[in-house]
């Protein structure tokens, strides 16, 4: 909508003068166009709005006035109810919208974004309301109470939590949530995470851990349909047996990019060919036979540029007649002050080993 109105406001120029500008104003024109269409996508990406109506009464929502400051709004084209409260400035004037009459109960998402205020949801919030999404995002959210999303443990799929300030979440309720297809959590200061959270979640396909903690205790198992999981930059220190043994034949993508490990146990992943372990930029020194043979024989992709690599014996099993250094990522270097690539070593180097 804002681009719209100011690609109008340019067009408006007189073109005459548009062509008569030196070449160099033009580029000026440009830029600050491209900057600002820039600005209003990333924006859009981070907050979730794009273009939007406020909704009409006979579309579902309440009355506007009955739950201001929050929005009922659609997608153009969409019948979808969609809820903002990104301007709640209290829990009790949360409360209070939901308390109001809603002719339609069911949300595709509640949304708030940008909010300083609230910082406890709790239980019951909600209501009776449910939603299938659930996104907060650049808050100062400390707390989700138990059952705070009772009234949605049914409907949600999608649960995002980005760049705040959340201390806690109801793990324990996890199991409800039956049909969750992505959770993530991106920036935010939970003391821990129990992985088993997520067993058993049939529906799950994407789960992602970012700049959160470092206390990421037990397994990420029985998750059978997960495609993604990255728990990058969480300062983790190693990767333990059936760490990441989602038991998925569809899973694409291990992330652990930007941690500090040291140390990966045998048998810390799935091995399912075509995905990718991304595991640059942390402080790995060898890569053992035993924990990565298997991997790479079943045609996993290891990425792992960035580690101080030693480059010895250690890795003389990738050189042999199975050529298995061939399923590293390119751009894997060695630690020997030269920048060796790992698929340029001279297996001679191995002769003794």
Same mark, same amino acid.
């Given at each position: 909508m804002c681009i719209n109105k100011m690609l109008f406001s340019v067009n408006r120029l007189h073109l005459y003068s548009l062509l008569r500008m030196p070449p160099y104003s033009l580029l000026i024109i440009v830029t600050i166009l491209n900057g600002f269409i820039h600005a209003t996508m990333t924006q859009t990406i981070q907050t979730g709005r794009f273009d939007e109506s406020i909704a009409p009464k006979e579309s579902g929502c309440p009355n506007a006035e009955d739950i201001m400051p929050c929005e009922c709004y659609t997608y153009p084209s969409q019948v979808e109810l969609r809820l903002r409260c990104d301007n709640v400035t209290s829990e009790d004037e949360l409360k209070h919208v939901f308390e109001a009459y809603f002719p339609n109960k069911n949300f595709k998402s509640f949304s708030m974004n940008v909010n300083e205020y609230i910082k406890t949801l709790e239980a019951g919030i909600f209501? @009776? !309301?449910?939603?299938?999404?659930?996104?907060?995002?650049?808050? $100062?959210?400390? !707390?989700?109470?138990? @059952?705070?999303?009772?009234s949605s443990y049914n409907t949600i799929k999608t649960m995002n939590f980005l760049f705040s300030d959340l201390l806690h979440l109801p793990f324990v309720n996890f199991h409800d949530l039956k049909k969750l297809q992505s959770f993530q959590i991106v920036r935010n200061s939970l003391s821990f995470i129990h992985a088993e959270t997520f067993y058993g979640l049939d529906a799950l396909e994407m789960i992602v851990i970012r700049q959160t903690t470092a206390n990421i205790t037990g397994t990420f198992q029985n998750i059978? %349909?997960?495609? %993604?999981?990255? /728990? $990058? @930059?969480? %300062? /983790?220190?190693? !990767?333990p047996t059936h760490f990441c043994k989602t038991g998925s034949t569809n899973i694409k993508k291990v992330d652990l990019a930007f941690n500090r490990i040291s140390e990966v146990a045998d048998d810390a992943f799935d091995a399912v060919a075509g995905m990718s372990i991304d595991i640059h930029f942390n402080l790995l020194t060898e890569l053992p036979e035993s924990t990565w043979r298997?991997?790479?024989?079943a045609g996993v992709t290891v990425n792992a540029f960035g580690n101080p690599l030693l480059c010895g014996c250690d890795i003389a099993w990738m050189f042999d007649s199975a050529h298995l250094v061939n399923h590293m990522s390119y751009g894997t270097e060695c630690d020997d002050g030269n920048g060796t690539l790992i698929h340029n070593v001279d297996p001679s180097i191995f002769d003794n080993c």
């Amino acid at each position: 909508m804002c681009i719209n109105k100011m690609l109008f406001s340019v067009n408006r120029l007189h073109l005459y003068s548009l062509l008569r500008m030196p070449p160099y104003s033009l580029l000026i024109i440009v830029t600050i166009l491209n900057g600002f269409i820039h600005a209003t996508m990333t924006q859009t990406i981070q907050t979730g709005r794009f273009d939007e109506s406020i909704a009409p009464k006979e579309s579902g929502c309440p009355n506007a006035e009955d739950i201001m400051p929050c929005e009922c709004y659609t997608y153009p084209s969409q019948v979808e109810l969609r809820l903002r409260c990104d301007n709640v400035t209290s829990e009790d004037e949360l409360k209070h919208v939901f308390e109001a009459y809603f002719p339609n109960k069911n949300f595709k998402s509640f949304s708030m974004n940008v909010n300083e205020y609230i910082k406890t949801l709790e239980a019951g919030i909600f209501n @009776d !309301v449910t939603f299938e999404d659930i996104i907060i995002s650049y808050s $100062r959210l400390e !707390v989700i109470a138990t @059952d705070a999303f009772n009234s949605s443990y049914n409907t949600i799929k999608t649960m995002n939590f980005l760049f705040s300030d959340l201390l806690h979440l109801p793990f324990v309720n996890f199991h409800d949530l039956k049909k969750l297809q992505s959770f993530q959590i991106v920036r935010n200061s939970l003391s821990f995470i129990h992985a088993e959270t997520f067993y058993g979640l049939d529906a799950l396909e994407m789960i992602v851990i970012r700049q959160t903690t470092a206390n990421i205790t037990g397994t990420f198992q029985n998750i059978p %349909n997960l495609i %993604n999981l990255e /728990l $990058r @930059d969480n %300062n /983790l220190t190693s !990767v333990p047996t059936h760490f990441c043994k989602t038991g998925s034949t569809n899973i694409k993508k291990v992330d652990l990019a930007f941690n500090r490990i040291s140390e990966v146990a045998d048998d810390a992943f799935d091995a399912v060919a075509g995905m990718s372990i991304d595991i640059h930029f942390n402080l790995l020194t060898e890569l053992p036979e035993s924990t990565w043979r298997p991997l790479l024989e079943a045609g996993v992709t290891v990425n792992a540029f960035g580690n101080p690599l030693l480059c010895g014996c250690d890795i003389a099993w990738m050189f042999d007649s199975a050529h298995l250094v061939n399923h590293m990522s390119y751009g894997t270097e060695c630690d020997d002050g030269n920048g060796t690539l790992i698929h340029n070593v001279d297996p001679s180097i191995f002769d003794n080993c």
